[in-house]
């Protein structure tokens, strides 16, 4: 009788474990919709410049450069230095997970005084697999990786 009862509890433990694994890369596997909001997480980090006038930096500096780039942005406040940039699409190699990465990113550019700036904030990453789905990227490396690269492209 006790070894029946450890038997079933090894095979209901069992069963547990599975649905757990199951459900957890269900989520992490749930494609984007339109419907779908962005999953937005901190960049990780934070990018400052200081001997320059921050009011340069904000309203004529990163503009001009996103212009350069050819990347859509739009102020939400700008008085309150909120930006959203994005979305940025590239393709990736034919190793990767995914075909192409499309970036979005909601920063927030301060001025500590007149010479310094700041800018920090949170981005939305996604790829696009092999059926054609948008899935949110959310490894906290990957974000930070992207998040440097592209503040590292203003070349502020």
């Known amino acids: 009788n006790q070894g029946h ?82 979305p940025i699409t590239e393709k990736k190699e034919s190793d990767s997970v995914y075909s192409k990465i499309r970036q979005r990113y909601f920063l927030e550019v301060v001025c500590g005084d007149e010479l310094t700036t700041s800018i920090k904030g949170e981005a939305a990453i996604e790829g696009l697999n092999t059926a054609g789905e948008w899935i949110a990227i959310t490894d906290a490396a990957t974000i930070e990786q992207h998040s440097m690269q592209f503040l590292q492209s203003l070349d502020l």
Do not use: H
Not at 23 to 49: D, E, F, H
Not at 55 to 77: A, G, H, M, Q, Y
């Open 5 to 86: 009862k450890k038997r079933l509890m090894r095979i209901v433990m069992s069963l547990w474990l599975l649905a757990v694994v199951v459900s957890v890369n269900a989520c992490a596997q749930t494609p984007l919709t339109n419907k779908t909001p962005l999953t937005r997480l901190p960049m990780g980090i934070g990018y400052g410049i200081s001997d320059v006038l921050c009011e340069d930096v904000k309203n004529t500096s990163i503009p001009k450069r996103l212009k350069e780039l050819e990347i859509p942005f739009e102020w939400i406040d700008q008085e309150k230095g909120l930006l959203t940039v994005g």
